[in-house]
Nanobody, 126 residues
Framework: QVQLVESGGGLVQAGDSLTLSCAAS????????MGWFRQSPGKEREFVGA????????YYADSVKGRFTIFQENAKSTVHLQLNSLNPEDTAVYYC???????????????????WGQGTQVTVSS
């Protein structure tokens, strides 16, 4: 069993930056992919980005490309999401997720992932 715990959320102003972290634990932790999703009230959960654990390759949603960056610390089983140039539309609960499935176009789908964290709230004021 794998446990994912997010941290780093908070209230920031438009234009600010924030770094979210996701610490993984579990004896069998060896994912193929680590991903980030977000969900705002009344909206479906939205893919943000993902990283291939073996080599750090990344893929981002168009809405965050160039502003958000995923980086990992393999020795600590931790993945981070750096959020820059935040705007109020980025307000959401951000979820960390992991999958043991092969890297594929389906990394943008929530159903691709096997494990989810509890989420951390990011609120961006204008």
């Amino acid at each position: 069993q794998v446990q994912l715990v997010e941290s780093g959320g908070g209230l920031v102003q438009a234009g600010d930056s924030l770094t979210l972290s996701c610490a993984a634990s579990g004896r069998t932790f060896n994912p193929i992919t680590m991903g980030w999703f977000r969900q705002s009230p009344g909206k479906e959960r939205e893919f943000v980005g993902a990283t291939r654990w073996s080599d750090g390759s990344t893929y981002y949603a168009d809405s965050v490309k160039g502003r958000f960056t995923i980086f990992q610390e393999n020795a600590k089983s931790t993945v981070h999401l750096q959020l820059n140039s935040l705007n109020p539309e980025d307000t959401a609960v951000y979820y960390c997720t992991a999958s043991n499935r092969p890297w594929a176009p389906s990394i943008i789908l929530a159903t691709y992932y096997d494990y989810w964290g509890q989420g951390t709230q990011v609120t961006v004021s204008s």
